[in-house]
């Protein structure tokens, strides 16, 4: 039996994928490249060109029993985005997320892992934020996510169906042995953005607040490695095949770093000073949002092995370093 993996053509999507044929595991791929790449999705899998709401292709997929669970990436992720566009997020978040649980509840695929996200705490009064927090979304997307996390609570309570909801933090990073990485253009995570000015790709990096209440002034953020990330899914499935019970988890290191700490990564991984503008605060960002990790573990056992910031600062600028020409190759 296989696993469907939904927009794993993109950034996460694409790490699980090699995840799970690292683990020997069948994968089959549904996206509708909107966002990712089929060069993303190494030739092992299967992919599926499609939109999760297209119900012809997903019942296709999922009838006659050859799917065995369902890890749902396809998504919208950009914020700002999000509060220009509410009801675009929730068709693509909530309601197409709806229609792929209830095509798992009809085909009788019993196990769901989703993506969601720490932005479901909105500004969180206590750090490190742990699962139980008050839930108390800023955007639309995290908003978006919430719903669907409520959706797949009351799905299992009614139906013979279990799922993780993985609250990811910042994920950031790629691949170590240089397989896949971050390939969104006009991206706007903080280390993504560094890396393609630190190779001159951007004039300048702008730093969105200085008068923040931490130590440096900056936003402090859990960066937490897309590998390390994909490793906790496996273990999700693991948890679930044992017959685990449904749970919400928080994936991050449980470490903040500031903004400039991150950029001071970024210069020693480039080797020169990236060039930087102080600017005023981006509308909606917490002044710090670190994750306490202590259930992930506790629950899946997992150990992260990429946990230091020069090293995910490291693979991410090998990554960025090598993307024109990955490109050029897949065209
Ligand atoms: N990147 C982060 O820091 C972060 C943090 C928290 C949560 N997440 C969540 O992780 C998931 C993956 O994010 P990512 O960073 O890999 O983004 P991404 O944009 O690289 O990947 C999303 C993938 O889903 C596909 N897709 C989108 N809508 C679709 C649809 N309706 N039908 C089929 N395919 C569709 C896109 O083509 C793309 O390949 C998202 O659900 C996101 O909300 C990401
Ligand atoms: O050019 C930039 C980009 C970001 N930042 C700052 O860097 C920090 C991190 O920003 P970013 O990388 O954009 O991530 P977040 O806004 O923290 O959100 C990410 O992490 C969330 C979970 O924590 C996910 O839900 C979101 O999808 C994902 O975009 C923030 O303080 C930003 O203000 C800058 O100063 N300059």
């Known amino acids: 039996m296989a696993i469907l993996v939904t927009g794993g053509a993109g950034y996460i999507g694409s790490h699980m994928v090699l995840a799970l044929l690292d ?12 966002t990712g790449f089929q060069w993303a999705v190494p030739p092992r899998a ?18 006659g029993g050859g799917i065995e669970a369902i890890i749902h990436f396809a998504g919208s992720i950009v914020v700002p985005d999000s509060i220009a566009d509410p009801l675009g997020y929730y068709l693509n978040n909530t309601v197409k997320t709806r229609g792929l649980i209830a095509a798992a509840v009809r085909h009788g695929v019993k196990r769901f892992i989703f993506s969601s996200t720490a932005a479901v705490y909105g500004m969180p009064e206590e750090n490190p934020v742990v699962e139980t927090a008050r839930l108390r979304p800023i955007s639309p997307y995290g908003s978006s996510k919430l719903m669907s996390e409520i959706m797949l609570a009351d799905a299992s309570v009614a139906h013979d169906f279990s799922y993780v909801a993985l609250r990811y933090f910042n994920v950031a990073g790629a691949d170590p042995g240089g397989r896949s990485g971050q390939s969104t253009p006009r991206a706007t995570h903080l280390i993504k953005v560094a890396c393609e000015t630190a190779l001159g790709r951007r004039e300048k990096l ?29 273990l999700a499935l693991g948890h679930l095949r044992a017959g685990g019970a449904s749970e919400v988890m928080n994936c991050g290191y449980g470490r903040g770093y500031s903004v400039r700490e991150v950029i001071g990564a970024v210069n020693r991984a480039a080797g020169h000073e990236i060039p930087v503008e102080f600017t005023g605060r981006r509308p909606g960002d917490p002044a710090a949002l670190v994750a306490r990790a202590d259930r992930v573990r506790d629950v899946l056992g997992w150990r992260p092995a990429h946990e230091d910031l020069d090293g995910i600062v490291a693979s991410a600028l090998a990554w960025e370093r090598d993307l024109p020409d990955r490109k050029r190759q897949a065209n």
């Open 46 to 63: 299967r992919l599926v060109e499609a939109d999760i709401a297209d119900e012809a292709a997903v019942d296709g997929l999922l009838s």
């Open 206 to 234: 702008s730093v969105y607040g200085t008068d923040y209440d931490t130590p440096d002034g900056t936003c402090i953020r859990d960066y937490i490695h897309v590998s390390d990330l994909a490793a906790a899914h496996l």
């Open 23 to 34: 683990a020997g595991e069948e994968v089959v791929v549904i996206d509708n490249l909107s």
